[in-house]
T-cell receptor, first 113, second 116 residues
């Protein structure tokens, strides 16, 4: 799976949009961009994923650059409960296996009043 | 949404004993489950991939005789930490791949093991 690079930490004011960047310059054509987050001492929570088009769901938006070498996760109105470590992962979706997720170090997002 | 349940959520055991952690997919069938461990302030590290009805595939550096994995059914995988030692104390997390929905990977809540 392609390697990702994320800033180790970010701060955001409550109510503001949190924009979390991720570089994945070696991504290949069949690899998706996934975002998970982990709140302290819990299992990772799925947020969103995409291939090349921008995606939006009830939690967040995912903006993928045209060359697919980077992406940004946007939490439109961050709350204190969004404080967590956010992981950007790229992986191929394969039939019959090989779908493991390899976690990098992630970005610790701290939302403050 | 799909739910993956782990049990126990936390366990304390004496050094030298064995501990079994269960991972269940509650509303979907999972042909593949993954086991991770996570030390404090570190990222998740994949330990092994568990396929239903076959032997688990272990990542480099993970002792298969130490961490026994069984995936006997499409909804249950177990991780047994044998002859546990204090250095095995960690947060163990499983994830399950929904075979009906390509690409959907769900995580359990994690199991915290403390070996005294």
């Amino acid at each position: 799976d392609a390697k990702t690079t994320q800033p180790p930490s970010m701060d955001c004011a409550e109510g503001r949009a949190a924009n979390l960047p991720c570089n994945h310059s070696t991504i290949s054509g069949n690899e998706y961009v996934y975002w998970y987050r982990q709140i302290h001492s819990q299992g990772p929570q799925y947020i969103i994923h995409g291939l090349k088009n921008n995606e939006t769901n009830e939690m967040a938006s995912l903006i993928i650059t045209e060359d697919r070498k980077s992406s940004t996760l946007i939490l439109p109105h961050a709350t204190l409960r969004d404080t967590a470590v956010y992981y950007c992962i790229v992986r191929a979706i394969l039939t019959g296996g090989g779908n493991k997720l390899t976690f990098g170090t992630g970005t610790q997002l701290k939302v403050e009043l | 949404g799909a739910v993956v349940s782990q049990h126990p959520s936390w366990v304390i055991c004496k050094s030298g004993t064995s501990v079994k952690i269960e991972c269940r997919s509650l509303d979907f069938q999972a042909t593949t489950m993954f086991w991770y461990r996570q030390f404090p302030k570190q990222s998740l590290m994949l330990m092994a991939t568990s396929n239903e009805g076959s032997k688990a595939t272990y990542e480099q550096g993970v002792e298969k005789d130490k961490f026994l994995i069984n995936h006997a059914s499409l909804t249950l995988s177990t991780l047994t930490v044998t002859s546990a030692h204090p250095e095995d104390s960690s947060f163990y997390i499983c994830s399950a791949l929904d075979r009906a929905s390509v690409g959907e990977l769900f995580f359990g809540e994690g199991s915290r093991l403390t070996v005294l």
